[in-house]
């Protein structure tokens, strides 16, 4: 049976009716009427409402136990609905969207990866970099961007792990906090960018769009090939915020300050790394593996036909255990 989509739905419900018990819930009344209000608000499967119960419950200290219940049944009972998911989200962006609240902060894009390592890991990452720059997009410092195609893919990956009630939720609350941004890729040259992937492509020319002032990724590494300098990992990016030599303004980001500060923390880094590497001895004490052992023998065979064969040793200090270890299969070891 084909699927009605998501317009087609709503479209069979009355917004005048939805208008009309928001309405009398703004008005002073006693627990049993605003109860029964809330209740019916419950069975209307419109953008409006989700967001009107959305902020109900985002605000029940002062109700009455009873209200608070039906708040929350009627916000389960739309968001496990089987017609409620991304797309009705997506086709609705501008009823869930908030305005940027800091108009002083910078705009900056956080990639969807941050999010799904902070959110789907029920906040417990061990990156306390990803929490740290969580905690700025919470606290308003900056201007949060998402992507639309990484709101996707959070939607997907949050329904796969915990259902899709959990999904729509989740999604509401990002929705709620950042601004969508999405870009046709019928619009992006990509020749452009001969070594740069589709996926970055896209965050780079959203940038460029909606003229933001930097991108915070946990991929960073990927973007080393385009020719838009302002991209941050969380550890660079609360660097540099947290320096005293920079505020934290838009005009900041834009500045050539900000670029020759990454360029010379990368440098450092790898001043700082090729010194270890030439004082070999001393640079393998200080490794968890050169405490007992040592690798006496490393060897790898691959064939045009794709089988790959490596053998490796390990030798205690003392020459007296060795422990090997070998693998042939297709492919990777």
């Not at 086709?91 to 789907?120: H, Y």
Request: glycine share 4%; charged share 30%.
């Amino acid at each position: 049976m084909k699927r009605e989509s998501s317009n087609q739905i709503l479209s069979k419900y009355s917004l005048i009716e939805t208008s009309k018990l928001t309405a009398l819930l703004q008005q002073k009344c006693d627990e049993d009427e605003r109860a029964n209000w809330i209740r019916e608000l419950g069975e209307l499967i419109e953008p409006e409402v989700i967001k009107f119960l959305w902020n109900l419950r985002n605000n029940m200290e002062n109700e009455d136990p009873f209200v608070q219940y039906e708040i929350k049944l009627s916000l389960h009972k739309i968001t496990s609905h089987p017609h409620v998911d991304i797309d009705i989200f997506l086709e609705n962006l501008s009823v869930f969207q908030t305005q940027e609240k800091n108009s002083q902060a910078p705009k900056i894009l956080i990639d969807s990866n941050i999010l799904e390592e902070f959110l789907l890991r029920n906040k417990t990452t061990t990156s306390q970099d990803v929490t740290r720059v969580v905690e700025w997009v919470l606290s308003e410092k900056i201007n949060p961007y998402l992507g639309k195609k990484g709101l996707e893919n959070l939607w997907s990956r949050a329904e796969n792990l915990r259902g899709k009630e959990y999904a729509n939720r989740l999604i509401i609350e990002i929705i709620s906090q950042f601004n969508i941004c999405e870009i046709d890729l019928k619009e992006i040259d990509l020749e452009k960018y001969p070594t740069v992937n589709i996926p970055t492509i896209i965050q780079l020319e959203c940038a460029k769009k909606y003229d933001l002032n930097a991108i915070i990724t946990l991929r960073d590494r990927d973007f080393i090939g385009s020719d838009w300098p302002y991209i941050y990992s969380p550890a660079l990016f609360l660097d540099y915020v947290e320096s005293q030599k920079f505020d934290l303004s838009p005009e900041s980001f834009r500045e050539k300050e900000a670029q020759k500060y990454i360029e010379k923390t990368r440098e450092k880094l790898s001043k700082i790394w090729n010194q270890e590497l030439k004082k070999n001895t001393h640079f393998e004490d200080r490794l968890l593996l050169f405490q007992g052992w040592s690798i006496q023998k490393f060897e790898l065979l691959c064939t045009k036909g794709d089988l790959t064969s490596a053998t490796f040793i390990l030798q205690d200090k003392s020459g007296k255990e060795h422990s090997q270890k070998s693998g042939f299969k297709r492919g990777s070891i």
